[in-house]
C-alpha cells in the first residue's frame, strides 16, 4: 500500500529550522565556553608552570656545587679545606663532533698530547651524564679562553667553584679519607642533580664518606639569560649556596704530621691518646696515598704502584690491621696476674728454656734471666716468667683483664673499617675450633702470640687504661668526646706495681732504653714488643736462627711499643706498630719512634732537630719518598695512554683488592702459627724474639 505524500506547510519548515539553529549554536556556544575555559585554566590555574617554561627558554639554570665543609684540628688548623678552583668538564651526552671539540680545547688549554688521549678515553668509559674532567686548578687566562668561546664548545662545562686540599698530604689520607666524583651507580640510586653537576664532589672513604652529610651543604643556583641558540645575554641574579658545616676534629694537626714523617720508610702506625679523656691526638697509618692526588682523580697507573707495594699503603692499618701484639701485653698481664693472688715478689727462675711434657719453652733470652720477680720479668722481657705464671694460674685469668683494658674491644668511631681482634679463651677456642684449650696454647697467649689479636688502636687504648686507671674510650669528633669515665674494676695499688714495672722497662734497664727522654724533668714509660710471623724450625735454631735483616721483609717480625708519658702522671698514651720492622734499624725501630712522639708533646723543638737528622738518611721528605717512588715505577713500565687514563673509584682505597689480600696472607700467617705443627712446635716453644738494646 502506498503511504502518501508528506505535505511540507510552512509551519514544519519554520520549526525544522529553528531547531537546527538552536542545536548548532548551542554546539558553537559549548565550544566557545570550553576554549575560554580552556583559556581561563592555561591563563590562571596553569600560569605558573608555563611562566617557568617561558622562563626556562630565557634562562639557563644550573646548579653550583655547595662549597664542602672543612675539617679542622682541635685548635682549628684546617685538615681538609677548600680553595678556589677554575675548571673544565665534558658532559657526554651533549657533546658534538667530539674531535673538533677536543682539538680546540687542546689548543686553548695548551694541553699535551697524552692529555687528550685520556680524556677521549675517559668519554668512552663515561656514563653520558656523568662529567668528565678535561682541567682543573686553571690559571684565569686558560679559564676565560674556554668560556668566550663556550658557544663553539657544546658540552664543555667551564666552571668556577671550590675544591677540596688537604693540607698534610699523605700524612692524613687515612683519617681523612677523600672526595670524588660521583658514579653512575650512585646517581642511579637517588637521580639527584647535583650528582651530575660539573665540579660536584662527595665523600668516597675515611671522615669524608662518614660525615658527609655534616659536610655537603646545599647547592646554589646560577642563572643565565641566553637565546634560543644558546648564546649568553646576560648573567642575572644567582642563589647563593649554603657551605656545610665544619667538622673538629681532637686531632692535633703538628703531631700529626710529625708521626707521619717519623714512622719514616716503615710500614707501620702510630696512634696517641689524651689520658685524660680518651680524645685520639694523632692517628697516622704510613705509607699512604696523597688525597689530593685520589681527589683529583688519579689514573690506573697510580693505582696499580699503590696496589703492588709490599708496605699496602691503601690500608689504614690503625684500624683494619691486626697482629699479635707480642710483649705488649706483659703489663696488661702482669696486672691480671695480681689481681688473681699472685705476689709481685713471687720470682721464676728463668734459665732459658721451659720443659712442658715432651716439649721445651724457650726464652728470647738463650743464657735465661736467673731468677726473676714480676717487675724485673716486665723490664726484661721475661718469657719463662709469664709462661710458668700462665700455667699456674691458666689464661682464663688473664683475658677478662685483656678485656677490661681494650684488647678485642669495639669502638664507638666514624670509621666504617675497623676489625676488632682476638681475645682467646677455652670458651672460644672450643666455639671456633672444637677442640679443648691446651697449656700450649696459654704459653702462647703469654706472650701475646697465638691466637691474641689486636690492632694498633686497641694497643694505644691498653696503654692508657693502665696509665690513667680509668675505662677511656677513645673519640675523633669534638663534640663526642667521653667524659668522666669511670675508674677500672682493679686495685690501685696493682696498677702502681705495673706502672713502674714499665718505668723500668726504659729508665731502669728493661729492653726500651732507647725510648728514655731527654726532655728534663720528663720521664715515659713502656712496653716493647716483637710478634713472629714465621715459624722458627728446631733445625734452624741449632745452626742459628737467622736475623731479620738476614730475611725477606715479609718474613721479618712485627716491632710493637706501647708507652705513656710523663710516667708519674700519665698525660698521654701511645701505641707504634710496625709490619716487618724487625728491629733492623734503630732511628727506624719503635722504641726511638715513640721517644721522638712523646718529646713533641713537650719539647716540640727538639723533636724536629732529632727529626731533620734522620729524614735525610731515609731520602728525604713523603713527597720527595712519593715522588721519587712514581718516578722509578714509572720509568720502569713505559705506560701507554690507557694506564693514565682516569680510574673510576667504584673500590676505594679501604675495600682495596690489595688490602683484602694482605689481610687473608695475615689471617693464613697467624692461623699457621696459632696452631702446633705435626711436630708440636708452637710459637711459644720458638720464644719470643724480643730484642734488647
Sequence with gaps: MRRPPRVVTEASQAYSFSRRAWLLGAAQGAVGVALAGRMGWLAIAENGRYNLLSEKNRVNMTLMPPRRGWIVDRSGVPIANNRTDFRVDIIPDRLEDKDRVLALLGTLL???????????IDLE??????????????????????????????????????????PGGAAVAHLTGYVGTPNAEQYKKTHDPLLVTPGFKLGKDGLEKALEPQLRGT?????????????????????????????????DAGLQDYAA????????????????TGEMLAMVSMPAYDPNSFSDGISHLEWQMLSENDHVPLMNKVTQGLYPPGSTVKPMNALALLEAGVSPHDRVNCTGAMRLGTSIFHCHKKSGHGALDMKNAVMQSCDIYFYEMARRVGYDRIAPMARLVGLGEKFELPFTTQRYGTVPDPAWKRRKYKTPWTVADSLNASIGQGYVLANPLQLAVMAARLASGRALRPSILADHVHHGMPALPVQPEHLAIVRDAMYGVVNQGGTGGAARLLVPGVSIAAKTGTAQVRRITMAERAGGVLKNGQLPFKLRD???????????????????????????????????????????LFDRDRAMKSLAEAEPTWGG?????????????????MPTAAVEATKTDAVVPS???????????????QAALAHDSPAGNTVAEDGSTERVP
Design 261 to 276: 714523617r717519623r714512622l719514616g720508610t716503615n710500614s707501620g702506625s702510630a696512634v696517641v691518646l689524651d689520658c685524660r
Design 558 to 600: 712485627h716491632a710493637l711499643f706501647v708507652c705513656f708519658a710523663p710516667a708519674d702522671n700519665p698525660r698521654y698514651a701511645a701505641a707504634v706498630v710496625l709490619e716487618h720492622g724487625g728491629h733492623t734499624v734503630r732511628n727506624l725501630d719503635t722504641p726511638e719512634i715513640g721517644r721522638d712522639i712523646m718529646t713533641y
Design 655 to 669: 675495600d682495596a683488592p690489595a688490602v683484602e689480600a694482605a689481610t687473608d696472607q695475615a689471617n693464613a700467617t
Design 219 to 251: 647547592a646554589g643556583a646560577k642563572r643565565l639569560e641566553v637565546t634560543a641558540r644558546g648564546r649568553l645575554v646576560a648573567e642575572l641574579a644567582t642563589r647563593p649556596d649554603i657551605p656545610g658545616k665544619t667538622a673538629r676534629l681532637t686531632i
Design 110 to 120: 695548551a694541553l699535551p698530547p697524552a692529555e687528550v688521549e685520556r680524556i677521549r
Design 125 to 166: 668509559n663515561a656514563a653520558g651524564f656523568q662529567p668528565v674532567q678535561v682541567a682543573e686548578n686553571l690559571d684565569w687566562e686558560r679559564f676565560a679562553a674556554v668560556s668566550v668561546r663556550q658557544p663553539e664548545l657544546p658540552g664543555v662545562a667551564p666552571s668556577r667553584g671550590f675544591a677540596r686540599h688537604y
Design 621 to 637: 721528605d713523603i713527597r720527595t719518598r712519593m715522588d721519587a717512588e712514581a718516578a722509578a715505577y714509572r720509568a720502569a713500565r
